[in-house]
């Protein structure tokens, strides 16, 4: 199926509904109070891009009179009255949720294995040249909008070594769905915007092509197709097409893929068009959000009214000269009133609200316990408890919702990562004549979020070893998560050579309980002395 030909409301309007929720999620995420206002309550709109502005809906209810509508009913949507400065302020919760989730999977690069040498040297290679840091960036923006799409990039002028994957956010997609898989995907952006003149450039993904198009329109509509050469960002592409706007990849495999952050998705489980779609983090969190903005803001306000105040006659003040009214020796603490019928007889009034701190904080720390509970985490994870020196074992019994999560998202990342390699590993076949690389599936295993310190796990194969439930080589993984196959191999050589025989062992054990001392010429077993 080719790109269209032009014409036509774009995004699609089947996606509306999608892209409107991806909106809001990446106001949230954005952690920009002028993103929430424009969304919620229409204010601040130049924080949007045209294109994204003509995505929100407007809403009249929620400019000053409205008192209807469901926006208008947030925080976030009341619109702040003329004539006064804005005071709302916004906690970047949702972007450290984000954070949290893409570091749970992470924080440590994944281990990609083979069966086949030169190919795990490839891979072993990708991780070298910082994978694991586009993976944080994916899963970061997987877990706030809901899913995240990665492609097979390839450039021989840039990256002369092969291709690379790179990031493709789910706002900027139209996914094509057979049963639950992804069979075609057109990514899309704006690359030039003048006034109502928007210029689009559009990239689909089928099996074996890729096609790239330039569209010249407007917010809504997608326009006419014109030449790819028409922009400088775009006609490099235009020397890579082979057939009209199609560059073929010579690989079978789609050259881009979608990890859901969680399934199912329940708000659009009943929409076609996205019901395969993953659900975000903040996905029913929005309102509780909202409201952990409404009591800092109040707390702020405590902060602002609650300033020391001495209420004083006019007359009480210095006289400053003709022209030039009155004076206090500290500004900052005195208020002039005007006294009725023109008496001066009053005394100073000291006037000082109260700053509620305990009680906003307390009210804080609940919606923030909610908001991080029902996006899947424990507060621990969040530093809750404080700098405290605990064992790994205690950190992930305390985030043990945490760690559910993660294996939770893990699940979808294994085999949606090992697919992407392996179409990466086709691509580096095909096109940069790599014939040591076979185009088989890594297997995908994800590194311990909470690394045990060293001195446990010793003791761990200590005790292991002790009790002979564990060889040489097993013995070197635990103490070892981090090394890769060869490295295990030649460390268990080293401790064979060195041990030499079985008499070299001091914590060698035969069956019958007793246990050889090093140096015995005889190497006669000595009764163990418990």
Known sequence: MPLPDGGGEWPPPVHAPVLDKMTEWSAWYSGDANQLSVYYGGENADAFDSVSRARIINRPSQYRGGVVGKLARWWWGQPTPQGD???????????????VSSRLLFSEPPTLAVDHAPTQAWLDELVENGIRADLLE????????????????????????????????????????????????????????????????????????????????????????????????????????????MIETKVKSLTAGYCPNIRPNRVWRALPAAANLGRSDYSGVESFMDSIDEVYASLMRDVRIGKGRLIAPSSYLEDLGPGRGAGWIDREVYEAVEMLGGSDRMELQAHQFAIRVADHLMAIEHLQNRIVSMAGYASQTFGETGDVAVTATEVKARERKSMTTRDQKAQYWGPFLGARLQNLAEVARMHFEREDIEPVRPRVMFGDSVSEDLLSLAQTAAALRQAEAASTKVLVTLVHPDWDETQIDEETERIREERGSIVGDPFAIRPDGATIQPGDPDEEPVEDAA
């Open 85 to 99: 400065r804005r005071t709302k302020i916004h906690l970047p919760l949702a972007g450290d949720i984000a954070a």
């Open 138 to 245: 994916a899963a970061e923006v997987c877990a706030a909008l809901g899913g995240v799409y990665l492609r097979t990039v390839w450039d021989e002028e840039i990256r002369p070594e092969g291709p690379w994957l790179s990031a493709v956010h789910a706002d900027a997609a139209i996914p094509e769905w057979r049963w639950n898989v992804l069979r075609a995907v057109t990514f899309w952006r704006v690359v030039a915007e003048d006034g109502k003149r928007v210029i689009r450039h559009l990239e689909r993904h089928e099996p074996g092509a890729i096609f790239h198009g330039l569209y010249e329109g407007d917010c809504d509509d997608l326009g006419r197709k014109i030449p790819l050469t028409e922009l400088p960002e775009t006609a490099d592409i235009a020397e890579s097409l082979t057939d009209g706007d």
